[in-house]
């Protein structure tokens, strides 16, 4: 933005008076990084404001003068979408206020900026649950998984963020506020304006609060890895705990031996959980509102998996720290395919039934790629969301690898379409896949989506890069 444009920030900064801006440097530096450093931005003014009143009167003078504003969470995604390329960058982190926890509704309001983790801990505090868990709670907050309908590991059981919201507060393009925040599970009265807002990346306006689904705390719980022959053995293995638990599985994640491996080498005090090492490897929460009764649930589904041969090993946690350490297992393989150089990294998702089917066929046709290439699979298979990303061989130019990425991701995505599946399962567009994602979408569904925008945010002023 050149000097022309000047008035306005004196404008936005008078709006928000002390403490609601920043132009220094180093204050803006950590929020223009993405963090898998593969996008860093600019902004010339970020905003802090405390309120909805002040994210109404930023944005409204911003529509005035159409200026454009990028809204930022937690700066956890991993699509740049929340990165600024010169637009203002509009951080909700200063509004983390818990409005309202009421249990005979199970039900907490909460203002975006509160982070995932304190979420859970106030439904906690209220004997209650709040079930979405990520890598990222630490920082992620609950604006930034409403905007990118963020999925996480409960899927399964609880549903994607846009299942678990019931109402939300919302600053429009043109700096009015949808007063959504409403506690109904049934609302029948024309469009559900919510829905559009969830999963839009803010492109369709600022999320400032929102009323979220609370669910009863579990008598018990208990946590399994099990050893695999192929990933095929996931899929009916699931099956059959769905059957013997009658609906208790919490989280099913995948793991292949690469990714554990890495995560093994990279990450201090970690664990390998199986002696035998295998090829394939699932972590199995089950949770019942039973004493005792998710550990006699985990049990049986072992002896049953064992008899029909679905599984090769097995390891059940015998307390928190160890279902703590099973879990890091899983959730810190992200974190240890970063030492390797980086890859080309995608996010799908396949009908569960062909998780098998697609990882072959994508795995194959890497190989012939990219002959060499190491291929890590890490995922939810109770949602059929797949973290399929794929890595330069031992001593391979890194560089060199990475500037394939868009043919590479192509093959990868292809085979995706094939199967009916999707290039983004819970991280959404951004500036990654927003032009890619054209290829796989009917021009209906692009035009539709492009004329909703319009009709709501005719300048284009909302996160302006991010959707088509």
């Known amino acids: 933005m050149n000097a022309a444009v000047s008035p306005v920030f004196d404008e936005l900064k008078a709006a928000l008076g002390p403490g609601g801006w920043t132009q220094d440097p180093g204050e803006i530096a950590p929020w223009l990084t993405e963090w898998r450093n593969r996008w860093t931005g600019q902004t010339p003014l970020l905003l ?95 604006g930034g998984v409403i905007s990118t309908n963020a999925g996480g590991t409960q899927v399964l059981r609880y549903g994607m963020m846009r299942d678990l919201v019931l109402g939300i507060e919302a600053v429009m393009p043109n700096g009015e506020v949808f007063h959504g925040l409403k506690r109904l599970r049934k609302d029948n009265t024309g469009y559900d304006l919510k829905q559009l807002l969830i999963g839009a990346e803010g492109t369709l306006g600022v999320v400032t609060a929102a009323t979220l689904k609370l669910f009863p705390v579990m008598r018990s719980r208990a946590v399994a890895i099990v050893g695999l022959e192929t990933a095929a053995a996931s899929v009916e293995l699931l099956a059959r705990a769905k059957a013997e638990t009658g609906g208790g599985v919490e989280a099913f994640e995948l793991m292949k031996r690469l990714g554990t491996d890495l995560v093994l080498k990279h990450i201090p005090d970690t664990r390998e959980p199986l002696e035998s090492q295998p090829e394939w490897s699932v972590l199995i929460e089950i949770a019942s509102g039973t004493a005792g009764g998710a550990e006699a649930q985990i049990e049986r589904l072992l002896e049953v998996a064992f008899e029909e041969g679905l599984i090769t090993d097995a390891a059940i946690a015998q307390n928190d720290a160890q279902r703590a350490a099973f879990w890091r297992l899983r959730e810190e393989h992200s974190a240890a395919l970063k030492p ?98 054209r290829r796989y979408k009917t021009p209906l569904e692009i035009e539709t989506m492009a004329a909703i925008r319009r009709a709501i945010d005719p300048q284009r002023i909302m996160n302006p890069a991010v959707l088509f």
């Open 340 to 437: 390797e150089g980086g890859g080309w990294k995608h996010d799908v998702s396949v009908p569960i039934s062909r998780i098998a089917d697609f990882i072959d066929e994508a795995t194959a046709a890497v190989e012939r790629f990219h002959p060499g290439a190491r291929v890590s699979v890490f995922g939810h298979v109770g949602d059929g969301n797949l973290h399929y990303d794929i890595l330069p061989g031992v001593g391979e130019d890194v560089p060199a690898f990475i500037a394939r990425w868009k043919d590479g991701s192509r093959i990868v995505h292809d085979v995706v379409a094939r199967y009916d599946g999707s290039i983004s399962a819970e991280h959404g567009l951004g500036r990654l896949k927003s032009e890619e994602v």
């Open 48 to 142: 802090n404001p405390r309120s909805t009143g002040e994210v109404a009167r930023a944005v409204t003078i911003c529509a005035r003068h159409g200026v454009a504003i990028i809204p930022q969470g937690g700066n956890t995604g991993l699509v740049g979408g929340q990165i600024p390329h010169g637009e203002v960058l509009l951080s909700l982190r200063k509004m983390r206020a818990v409005r309202d926890v009421t249990p005979l509704d199970d039900a907490m309001t909460v203002e975006a900026g509160l982070t995932l983790l304190e979420a859970q801990q106030a439904a906690t505090a209220a004997g209650r649950v709040f079930p979405l868990s990520l890598a990222a709670e630490g920082s992620a907050t609950i």
